[in-house]
């Protein structure tokens, strides 16, 4: 057995499997002094836990609910138990305006994440739903006096409708407009927060997804009113969560 065993551990393709090993971990070892690569990410944690934040800090908007994901499989579809799932209400627009009430959805990633698996071109799909009009565009939030925070979000806005109607039925559209911050900085989409993970020369990584529908009393904004409506949120959610969830980058 043990002569057997020897046999097996000196063929060819094992010793060669075995140098190639060895090479690569002496190149990242090299690469790692050298250039300041790393291959695997620590972890970053949030200054606090989404289920810490004080709901007094969004005023005028209300909290009128927080979600928790129940259902297991789709927790671990997730990927992650760091988010946030609130339903708030803008107490300065018209009771029946349809950017009275809003959903927002974060998510937080950290350490070595995979590679931006949730985004709503496939959850919202999904539901019988498909892509009426797929938008990059920049949020006007101005200076809201945190550095962090550029004047321009880049961000996309999607716009959703049934995939098929019958002719009586009204066709029902909404907007979903959507964001990421990763290792410090604001990105509009999967592919360009993906770019950014793949920056080998930090020691940290992590990436949060922000997404923002409206929905009034049973009544969907068009996609002009929601990307009002979320640069007018955002001037008010994105120094908080700067300020009180998100980790510190340098």
């Not at 690569?37 to 944690?45: D, F, H, N, R, W």
């Amino acid at each position: 057995m043990k002569g057997s065993l020897i046999k097996n551990y000196s063929q060819p393709a094992f010793l060669v499997s075995f140098a190639v090993l060895i090479v690569f971990a002496g190149g990242m070892s090299y690469y790692k002094t050298k250039y300041g690569v790393t291959i695997i990410k620590k972890a970053l944690p949030l200054r606090q836990s989404f289920d810490l934040l004080d709901e007094k800090l969004l005023a005028p908007y209300n909290v009128l609910k927080k979600s928790k994901i129940e259902n297991l499989d789709v927790l671990e579809s997730l990927g992650t138990e760091e988010y946030m799932q609130w339903l708030v209400e803008d107490t300065t627009v018209d009771e029946l305006s349809p950017v009275r009430q809003c959903s927002i959805f974060v998510t937080y990633y950290t350490g070595t994440p995979d590679q931006v698996p949730h985004v709503p071109e496939a959850c919202y799909t999904g539901g019988g739903n498909e892509t009426k009009e797929d938008l990059s565009l920049d949020l006007n939030i101005g200076d809201v006096n945190v550095a962090q925070i550029p004047a321009k979000v880049p961000a996309t806005c999607l716009v959703f409708g049934q995939k098929t109607t019958e002719i009586w039925q009204a066709s029902v559209t909404f907007p979903v407009i959507y964001f990421f911050k990763v290792n410090g900085q604001y990105k509009g989409g999967r592919r360009t927060t993906q770019l950014a993970l793949g920056n080998l020369t930090s020691e940290y990584s992590y990436f949060s997804k922000v997404e923002i529908k409206f929905n009034g009393k049973g009544l969907y904004p068009d996609k002009k009113q929601a990307i009002e409506a979320t640069e007018k949120l955002l001037r008010v959610l994105l120094p908080v969560l700067e300020n009180n969830i998100w980790p510190e980058w340098k």
